[in-house]
């Protein structure tokens, strides 16, 4: 399964990585990194439809996550990725947002590993 992760914060990819590395290693999960919206964009049109599930960030510069998830879910229908919302701020107000813009989850940092892992074994 390949994961595009995208948040502004560079140490994420680091992060990832080691905590992933056994599936990384197995070949089961295989990630790509955007540090912006406007990246991942950019790596979605380039890369049509590889990214089957999508983390991101809410808080960035720029363009925001919740803008991030509404022009995928508007514009990357067929297979349309899953999108799981990360934040610090897991405040009613962004879950609201995130849940009518079409995330398929939220999850707030600090990221339970353990529990990413299990939804990413339910997505598999």
């Known amino acids: 399964m390949k994961i595009l992760v995208v948040d502004d914060e560079r140490d994420v990819q680091?992060?990832?990585q080691q905590r992933f590395r056994?599936?990384?290693?197995?070949?089961?999960?295989?990630?790509?990194?955007?540090?912006?919206?406007?990246?991942a964009l950019q790596y979605l049109e380039a890369h049509n439809h590889e990214a089957v599930l999508i983390l991101?960030?809410?808080?960035?510069?720029?363009?925001?996550?919740?803008?991030?998830?509404?022009?995928?879910?508007?514009?990357?229908?067929?297979?349309?990725p899953v999108v799981m919302m990360i934040t610090a701020y897991g405040d009613r107000e962004n879950y609201e947002?995130?849940?009518?813009?079409?995330?398929?989850?939220?999850?707030?940092k600090p990221v339970e590993f353990g529990v990413l892992k299990d939804k990413l074994k339910a997505i598999l």
Request: aromatic share 10%.
């Open 22 to 39: 056994k599936e990384i290693r197995n070949g089961e999960l295989k990630f790509a990194f955007a540090f912006s919206g406007e990246e």
């Open 56 to 80: 991101s960030d809410i808080n960035m510069p720029g363009m925001s996550g919740l803008e991030l998830l509404e022009q995928i879910k508007k514009n990357f229908r067929k297979p349309p």
């Open 14 to 16: 680091l992060l990832f």
């Open 97 to 108: 947002t995130a849940m009518r813009l079409g995330a398929d989850d939220f999850i707030t």
